[in-house]
């Protein structure tokens, strides 16, 4: 069964620190993964998109890793600001059809302390 | 930022209502879905459509309506609304090659 488990469900940190959120998933075949950020009461605005030969990607202080081998994702987040406080969802696509089905994880909600 | 827009932001209503939510998109995207979200859980697909005059159900069984009579515009439709209903509705749309989701900012609907 195709699926994307996030982890931690919930995250609470200080303002200025680091932070890492992981995804796991079973998605086969495999066509690209999404990092979201969703603030409260908002629709999601993309972060990052990798395929599957990408490892790395930046968007500003956020960077996001793919191991396409062990099928894991992380979301790395610097110096956190009180803004990055929101759910993180990791998406993936798989290459099954021309609409390339996504498969939503329950996120990760971030909460940075000032 | 992206360029669509879904009506209303928030709607409260009384059980049997028809309600329709509203969602455009200026960027000229063939693609266009309807998410189903609940606090705390995935997003569920529950409509799509490839272009005008093309639509299809989603994963997640949903008693609403949806039509695509111009590009630009994807409205859901729920005939009679009830209380099972209640949950937030989002729009997206993407560009036929690039994949990448563009999203509204919801529409949260409350069935009384």
């Known amino acids: 069964k195709n699926q994307v488990e996030q982890s931690p469900q919930s995250l609470i940190i200080l303002e200025g620190k680091n932070c890492t959120l992981q995804?796991?998933?079973?998605?086969?075949?495999?066509?690209?993964l999404r990092w979201y950020k969703q603030d409260t009461g908002r629709g999601p605005v993309s972060l990052t998109i990798?395929?599957?030969?990408?490892n790395t990607k930046s968007n500003g202080r956020y960077t996001a890793t793919l191991d396409a081998d062990t099928k894991q994702s992380s979301l790395h987040i610097t110096a956190s600001q009180l803004s990055d406080s929101a759910s993180y969802i990791c998406?993936?696509?798989?290459?099954?059809?021309?609409?390339?089905?996504?498969?939503f994880g329950r996120g990760t909600q971030l909460t940075v302390w000032p | 930022e992206a360029d669509i827009y879904q009506t209303p932001r928030y709607l409260v209503i009384g059980t049997g209502k028809k309600i329709t939510l509203e969602c455009s998109q200026t960027?000229?995207?063939?693609?266009m879905y309807w998410y189903q979200q609940d606090p705390g859980m995935e997003l569920h697909l529950i409509h799509y459509?490839?272009?005008?005059?093309?639509?299809e159900k989603g994963d997640l069984s949903s008693e609403s309506t949806v039509s695509r009579i111009r590009t630009e515009h994807f409205p859901l439709t729920l005939e009679s609304a009830r209380p099972s209903h209640t949950s937030q509705y989002l729009c997206?749309?993407?560009?036929?090659?690039?994949?990448?989701?563009?999203f509204g900012e919801g529409s949260r609907l409350t069935v009384l």
């Open positions: 459509s490839y272009g005008v005059n093309s639509t």
């Open positions: 995804c796991n998933y079973t998605v086969s075949p495999f066509s690209n």
């Open positions: 960027m000229g995207h063939d693609k």
């Open positions: 998406v993936v696509s798989d290459r099954g059809s021309t609409l390339g089905r996504l498969y």
């Open positions: 997206a749309s993407s560009d036929h090659g690039a994949g990448e989701l563009f």
């Open positions: 990798m395929t599957f030969s990408e």
